[in-house]
């Protein structure tokens, strides 16, 4: 199974901060990497899908980049509604492992 | 409106069994990959299940395998999960979510609220 690590588990930031999540695989899994927001206590929502491809409807200060085992999310400018865990997902092989998350909170 | 919506979640005794609901609207049905995913209580998300458009294809991962079982039902719009010999571990909210198509094949485009699932004496 592909294994996924993401970094850090936590981090504290202020609104308009650029904020930078990575995530790695245990193996090369091309650009087959999604990302997810969850907020508490509601469903994750597709953020990013194939590294770098902005789902629709996400806001463009979202941004992912990376191919083979290492990749970025990155937030240009954070605001308000985006504390929450993000997760990473690998779609490379079965099993479709995520990563632990990385919770955003407010500094 | 696209929308997935789950049910069948509850209380049920370790060794017990469930079968969780979904229903979708707003889309095609049959012409998607459908997908089960998990989180236990203060834990992150656990991809469980995957079945392709027909039934054909079933995957698990593989601390369900043997136990639970994933189906469709294409006339009703609708997703299934057979859940038997339930452990405590299995306790968690259980998503349903649908594979995206094209460039976003393979990633989680939509998902449902979920539905809660303890497994406890």
């Known amino acids: 199974d592909i294994q996924m690590t993401q970094s850090p588990s936590s981090l504290s930031a202020s609104v308009g901060d650029r904020v930078t999540i990575t995530c790695r695989a245990s193996?090369?899994?091309?650009?087959?990497l999604n990302w997810y927001q969850q907020k508490p206590g509601k469903a994750p929502n597709l953020l990013i899908y194939?590294?770098?491809s902005l789902q629709s409807g996400v806001p463009s200060r979202f941004s992912g980049s990376g191919s083979g085992t290492d990749f970025t999310l990155t937030i240009s400018s954070l605001q308000p509604e985006d504390f929450a865990t993000f997760y990473c997902q690998q779609s490379y092989s079965i099993p479709r492992t995520f990563g632990q998350g990385t919770k955003v909170e407010i500094k | 409106e696209v929308q997935l919506v789950e049910s069948g979640g509850g209380l049920v005794q370790p060794g017990g069994s469930l079968r969780l609901s979904c229903a979708a609207s707003g889309f095609t049905f049959s012409t998607y990959w459908m997908n089960w995913v998990r989180q236990a209580p203060g834990k992150g998300l656990e991809w469980v299940a995957s079945?392709?458009?027909?039934?054909?294809?079933?995957y698990y991962v593989d601390s369900v395998k043997g136990r639970f079982t994933i189906s469709r039902d294409n006339a009703k719009n609708s997703l299934y999960l057979q859940m038997n010999s339930l452990r405590a571990e299995d306790t968690a909210v259980y998503y349903c979510?649908?594979?995206?198509?094209?460039?976003?094949?393979?990633?989680?485009?939509?998902w449902g609220q979920g539905t809660m699932v303890t497994v406890s004496a």
């Open positions: 079945m392709n458009q027909d039934g054909s294809e079933k």
């Open positions: 979510a649908r594979d995206g198509v094209g460039a976003s094949a393979r990633a989680f485009d939509i």
């Open positions: 194939a590294a770098s």
């Open positions: 193996q090369s899994i091309s650009r087959y």
